[in-house]
Every structure is written in structure tokens, then in C-alpha cells.
């Protein structure tokens, strides 16, 4: 077939371990666990620590949206079927996101409304991101694939890239790497 774009796959396999990453944070539990703060009127309050929620939120659509990004330039075939599967596994959830204040786009990228966050149901938000049957778990299993499609998509591409790819981390080592 076409040769694919090396650099563009590279780039697309880098964003999508920068988005399991930030993902993961995201999943931790000990985020969703209430700790006791002192809210405005310095009372004591037991909450959610929704600032680094958000903040690990934040940087978890960042990583996101590149991913989707650099997506959109490539032309490797794997990668970008794994990408195209990604995207429409979040769209299942659009509703869901909508109530916690985070907008699918146009163009497939993520958008966080703060205010709207900051008032939104912290359960809800739970919900989404922690458990085994949550949308934080389905798109981790999807950017799982976008990460291995790149390693095929690399190994079908050249033979100084064969070499090469060979030693690039499988799956098993990256999910030990990220526990």
C-alpha cells in the first residue's frame, strides 16, 4: 500500500501515551475520595477537591485533543481506524459530558466549561471517570488501541523502521509502567 508517514505516526503514538498518562491520573481513586477543606467562609467542609479535579481534567483534554489532533493528519491505516473508533466511543457519552460541563466540538475535540463544572454534581463526575464499567475505563481501552495501532503501523512500514519497532514497548510493559 502507500507508504505511511513515519513522523506523523510517531507523533500520533506519543500523543496517545501522553493521554493514557493524564488519563490514568484522572482514574485515580484517591482523587475522588472527600478530604476535609476550609471553604470561603473558612468553616470546615468534607468535598471533593474539585480544583485538582479540574486540574487533572484539564490536562487530560489537552492531551486529548492533540491526540485528535495529530489523528487528523495521518495517514496511517491502523491509527487512524483506531482513532476514528476512539472518537465515536466518546461521542456515546456527549450527554453525560454535557451535565459535568465538558463539550464534544466540531471537530471532535474537547472543550471544559469551568463554571459549569464547578457546579456540576461531583458524582456524576465520579461516575465518568473512576470504576471499571465507566467511560474513563472504555476510552482507556481505546487509546490503548490507537497506542498499539501505531507499533503496527510502524512495523508495516519500512525495514530500518521493523528494527526499530521491535523495540518499541508492547502493551504489557506500557500497563506495567503506567501501575
Known amino acids: 500500500g502507500a507508504k505511511v508517514d ?7 503514538k506519543s500523543s496517545a501515551q501522553e493521554a493514557i498518562n493524564s488519563l490514568n491520573k484522572l482514574m ?13 467562609d473558612g468553616n ?17 483534554v489537552e492531551d486529548y485533543n492533540s491526540l485528535v489532533e495529530d489523528a487528523g493528519e495521518m495517514d496511517g491505516d491502523n491509527s487512524l481506524k483506531a482513532g476514528v473508533r476512539m472518537v465515536d466511543q466518546l461521542k456515546v457519552y456527549r450527554s453525560s459530558l454535557a451535565q459535568i460541563g465538558i463539550n464534544i466540538e466540531g471537530d471532535n475535540t474537547l472543550k471544559i466549561d469551568e463554571e459549569a463544572f464547578k457546579t456540576a454534581d461531583m458524582t456524576d463526575v465520579k461516575s465518568l471517570f473512576s470504576g471499571n464499567v465507566s467511560m474513563a475505563k472504555n476510552m482507556q481501552s481505546k487509546l490503548l488501541q490507537v497506542y498499539s495501532a501505531t507499533n503496527v503501523d510502524l512495523n508495516s512500514t519500512s525495514g ?7 523495540k518499541n514497548v508492547t502493551i504489557g510493559n506500557m500497563f506495567d509502567s503506567l501501575l
Not at 485515580?28 to 472527600?34: C, G, M, P, R, T
Not at 523502521?161 to 521491535?166: D, E, K, L
Open 6 to 12: 513515519e513522523k506523523s505516526i510517531e507523533l500520533v
Open 28 to 40: 485515580d481513586d484517591s482523587l475522588f475520595k472527600k478530604v476535609e477543606m476550609t471553604d470561603k
Open 44 to 60: 470546615k467542609v468534607v468535598d471533593y477537591d474539585k480544583d485538582k479535579i479540574l486540574d487533572k481534567l484539564k490536562t487530560f
Open 160 to 166: 530500518l523502521y521493523s528494527s526499530q519497532a521491535i
